[in-house]
């Protein structure tokens, strides 16, 4: 039964599959009948995104309450500050909602080298140094992450989503605007 779909969805993409007068859409890449995104992608963020033709299953992936697991690597402003970090670690307060603690590490040196070159590359500084992070957790709100970083002092530069439960991009081999039915549900 092939109802769930990976996508590594390049930056730039909007997560509906009607056109869009700025932006690529899901059905620029997808032409299966029915699919809809279970959770969705900014546009300025890449990687893993799940598409589904079953409501339960979407249900499953997307609604907070069953607290499916979702890996983001974040390129941010800054240098690892463990106080910092612990700020994401104990969950952050962003105002409208409190977020659920969230695991934390920094990218050891090159571990970033196995995602695929972003068009356009993000804008480089050379005064501001910057460094990866991985962020996983299990609610996946309206850009979260990067509020989530950006409260605790780190700008994200760029917003990968590199897994879903146990769905990884690399596992997948999946190549930029690359997707296929998927081997094992999250």
Request: hydrophobic share 35%; charged share 30%.
């Amino acid at each position: 039964m092939n109802d769930l779909i990976v996508l590594n969805k390049p930056y730039g993409v909007i997560c509906q599959f009607s056109a869009h007068e700025k932006h690529a859409c899901l059905k620029d890449y997808v032409q299966q009948p029915g699919f809809y995104p279970a959770g969705r992608l900014d546009t300025d963020s890449e990687g893993l995104l799940l598409l589904t033709d079953n409501g339960k299953l979407q249900a499953r992936i997307a609604d907070p309450k069953f607290k499916q697991k979702k890996t983001y690597w974040a390129q941010v402003e800054g240098v690892p500050d463990e106080t910092k970090l612990d700020i994401l670690r104990r969950g952050v307060d962003l105002g409208d909602f409190i977020t659920r603690p969230a695991e934390v590490r920094v990218l050891e040196s090159g571990e970033a080298d196995k995602l695929w070159p972003r068009n356009p590359p993000i804008r480089e500084r050379k005064t501001v140094p910057d460094f990866w992070m991985e962020i996983k957790i299990t609610e996946g709100k309206n850009r979260q992450v990067r509020r989530m970083t950006a409260k605790a002092g780190y700008p994200c530069l760029r917003l990968v989503r590199v897994a879903v439960g146990r769905l990884n991009v690399f596992d997948l081999g999946l190549d930029l605007g690359e997707w296929r039915f998927a081997p094992h549900l999250p």
